[in-house]
């Protein structure tokens, strides 16, 4: 801490003019983003329960108003307006903790990575919250839910709009507390309780190294605002007093833990128990997404530790391929889109490792709504099969539901990697920087999670909606379309899912001018003063895109490797797409599984990663928890209990010696008189 | 009754006896004489104080031994040359009965207001703290 508030003062210095520069009405506006769901969630807590089938008209229209100012906010910021200009624009509302050396002030702050994240969050939540007024019309706790939704929005806004640790960590906890109460929302259900609890507590695990990294970030820098602090720490990395290795490594493991990576993926798959709404809004399109934008905002942190991002990318794409082979054996719908997204994540996280923070940040878009979509579609696949989650129970769907399949059918081509849609170029991107920053091994990883993201997704739809109807007799006639409030979010959703990978990379006219651009891409030129600094850090230099030179190559290759495996997919599980007509071919799946038994059963059971935590922190910590119960009871308590009841003993035994009758006392006196003139006289006989 | 002259009796040949001990240590010139007087008196009054049950005989014992120690005062008061000059030993005895005094005062004020409570002069049935 030697001069830290020398240190501390020029950077206050240096950025205190544009704190306090007139942001004129986004002062207001910024905040009403938050404001406005959370009078939502306040009013529909209070007096929702009364409002019956019209509770979600408070919420859905808090949310709406809220998306048109986020909308507003967001693109104000990407072309530059006044406040915002390159560098962003914050503005402090209040001191929370005035407290001598440790301030927290609680403010906003948009810049460009912000508004992505608002375009984000606001869209795929304001469609959610559509969906979910066809989607829960006959659930009991439709006001609850709703309720439930806008405290999600609350924390999800305040988590990317904030622009101090502390507050960060607020929002981050908030988001936990509304996603527990959304996975356990039917909690009448034993199995949705338990996901709600596992999700919290795992969510935790994550929390403790994220509160530890923050506090670390404290001792270094002396303050928690995000921006002082990362100028603070890339301007003295050498210098600090807890390695800057330690603050990523921790920054990190919180990131883990809200995006699912392994080895704390586990709770994700369990959270498919919420209702489906929660799947898409939570655990697939936002919530998720806070640990990767949590290590884009902190990327010079990153950045000055080198070997803390080789950790990032070997953690992103371990999860990524594991993830995805997982996906290829379940048979629940939405377990398979539930790994599907651990994938992704993985993706995003080994795009970071490599340096590639553009390159997660455009997959956490894209992917934010083809997975929005694609868990939209299934809930509606899901309420059109009454309430079956088993692929194995379906089939045939695709001239019943033809919305739904159509939706589904572009969310999967997206997120298979096929051009042009969105899935391919950022996922493309995310692999061609990986090969292009040296890390050839991530690249070749990548490839074949690609591959398999193909195959799973094809598979999923040929199980759902092609070849014959597996559908229970008894419900095949009641097999409906779902109301045009649900099916209409889905083609909202497959807009973006189809253009919005072209449209951020676009490079030139008309959309790069617009905004003011003339750079690689839309998206690039964006974020481009967003990770100024990490990609200064990093050495990294932009290479022009070379179309007959490397990139070419790379691009053909991803486009070849994802027709691989959707082609296989079509063989195994069936294609029904006009003149592309196969039969599924379950012998052959029967054979190609039984070839490799030990690959399908891993990838059936998850690589047994319940069972493996379930041994290690129910069998041996319920041991070792037993142990120290005993220990506890034996040895603390008995030592304890000893030592009391021998106090109580010998009072009541020495009780006896006080009578209560003056002459004991007396006599105890007058004897006491005797020794004391006895030994008196013999001392002084003795000293004479 | 007879009980009660027997004893005094006793007491009084025995209190003469000792007297006539004291004569032959000295007479009424000497020292001794008094202070075996003193600590007879003394003995008589602490023995009084652990036998008796009654709290105002205890009283009177304690008044016993506070003239044994008065009367020890004044003997080495007269009989040190250097205090008999200054009469100090006197004066501490006239001290000495008037905190007496005081004392058997308030000794006596406790001693009634506890009997009124308890209805009993027996000291050992004031055991109300044992319990």
Request: one cysteine or more; a neutral charge.
């Amino acid at each position: 801490m030697t001069g830290l508030g020398v240190h501390l003062a020029t950077v206050l210095a240096a950025t205190t003019p544009e704190g306090t520069a007139d942001g004129g009405i986004f002062d207001l506006l910024v905040p009403l983003i938050i404001l406005l769901p959370l009078a939502g969630f306040l009013i529909t807590a209070v007096v929702g329960r009364r409002q019956g089938t019209q509770a979600h008209l408070i919420p859905v229209g808090a949310v709406g108003i809220a998306w048109a100012i986020g909308m507003v906010v967001a693109f104000s910021s990407l072309m530059g307006a006044a406040p915002f200009g390159a560098e962003g624009y914050g503005h402090q509302i209040y001191t929370w903790i005035p407290s001598d050396t440790f301030q927290v002030a609680v403010g906003f702050f948009v810049d460009n990575l912000t508004a992505c994240l608002l375009i984000v969050v606001l869209t795929i939540g304001l469609l959610v919250h559509v969906y979910s007024i066809g989607y829960m019309s006959h659930d009991p706790g439709y006001w609850r839910f709703f309720a439930y939704l806008n405290l999600f929005m609350v924390s999800m806004l305040l988590l990317v709009l904030a622009d101090s640790f502390l507050v960060v960590f607020v929002a981050w906890e908030l988001v936990g507390l509304s996603s527990y109460l959304l996975i356990g929302f039917w909690k009448h259900k034993p199995s949705a309780a338990l996901a709600a609890k596992k999700a919290f507590l795992v969510n935790r695990i994550g929390d403790v190294g994220f509160a530890l990294g923050i506090m670390a970030i404290f001792v270094n820098t002396g303050t928690l605002n995000i921006r002082d602090a990362m100028a603070f720490l890339t301007a003295h990395a050498g210098q600090l007093t807890i390695p800057i290795f330690v603050v990523a490594l921790l920054v990190f493991a919180g990131a883990m833990g809200k995006s699912a990576q392994f080895p704390l993926h586990v709770w994700l798959p369990d959270a498919m128990e919420g209702p489906t709404p929660v799947s898409a809004l939570i655990h697939a399109a936002t919530m998720v997404n806070a640990g990767v934008y949590l290590v884009a905002r902190t990327n010079p942190i990153f950045a000055s530790a080198p070997d803390s991002m080789v950790i990032v990318a070997a953690i992103g794409i371990f999860t990524a391929i594991l993830a995805a082979s997982i996906a290829m054996t379940q048979t629940d719908i939405k377990r398979v889109l539930a790994y599907s997204t651990l994938s992704q994540l993985g993706y995003m996280f080994a795009s970071l490792g490599v340096g590639a923070f553009t390159a997660a940040i455009f997959h956490l878009m894209t992917h934010g709504f083809f997975k929005g979509l694609l868990f939209l579609g299934s809930g509606s696949v899901i309420h059109a099969v009454h309430e079956e989650q088993d692929m194995r129970r379906m089939g045939g769907l695709a001239k019943r539901i033809p919305h739904t399949y159509r939706t589904m059918l572009i969310g999967s081509i997206a997120i298979a990697g096929i051009p042009p849609l969105a899935g391919f170029f950022s996922k493309d991107e995310i692999l061609g920087e990986a090969f292009k920053n040296g890390f050839q091994w991530v690249w070749l990883i990548g490839i074949l999670v690609a591959l398999m993201t193909a195959f799973y997704m094809f598979r999923l739809i040929g199980l759902t909606f092609w070849g014959e109807s597996r559908v229970d007799p008894a419900i095949e006639p009641h097999i409906h379309e779902s109301p045009s409030v649900m099916t209409t979010p889905l083609w909202l959703l497959a807009i973006p899912s189809i253009f919005l990978g072209l449209i951020l990379s676009w490079p030139g006219p008309p959309l790069g001018p617009l905004f003011g651009l003339h750079g690689p891409g839309l998206l690039a030129g964006w974020l481009e003063p967003v990770f100024a600094q990490g990609t200064q850090l990093l050495g990294r230099t932009e290479t022009d895109f070379a179309v007959f030179g490397i990139d070419g190559g790379l691009l053909l290759l991803s486009i070849v490797v994802a027709v691989i495996g959707m082609v296989g997919a079509w063989r195994l599980f069936g294609a029904d797409l006009g003149r592309i007509s196969w039969r599924p071919n379950p012998e052959r799946v029967r054979a190609l599984t039984s070839r490799v038994p030990f690959l399908y059963r891993a990838s059936l059971n998850k690589w047994w990663f319940d069972d493996l935590n379930h041994l290690i922190f129910i069998v041996i910590g319920g041991r070792v928890a037993a142990f120290a119960w005993w220990f506890d009871r034996r040895v603390v308590d008995d030592t304890v209990n000893d030592i009391a009841s021998t106090t109580v003993g010998a009072g009541t035994r020495l009780r006896r010696v006080q009578t209560g009758r003056v002459q004991n006392y007396a006599l105890g006196i007058a004897i006491g008189l005797i020794v004391m003139a006895g030994s008196f006289l013999v001392l002084a006989g003795r000293g004479r | 009754m007879i009980r009660v002259f027997v004893g005094t009796a006793l007491t009084g040949a025995f209190v003469v006896g000792l007297g006539l001990i004291g004569l032959a240590a000295g007479g009424s010139r000497s020292l001794n004489a008094y202070l075996v007087l003193s600590g007879l008196l003394f003995a008589i009054g602490m023995f009084g104080f652990l036998a008796r049950r009654n709290a105002i005989s205890m009283l009177m014992s304690i008044e016993l031994m506070l003239n044994a120690v008065n009367l020890t005062i004044v003997a080495f008061g007269t009989f040190v040359p250097k205090l008999a000059a200054s009469a100090q030993g006197s004066v501490i005895a006239l001290i000495v009965i008037g905190v007496a005094a005081a004392e058997a005062t308030v000794g006596l004020a406790i001693v009634i207001a506890i009997y009124r409570n308890r209805k009993t002069p027996l000291v050992d049935e004031y055991d109300a703290m044992s319990q």
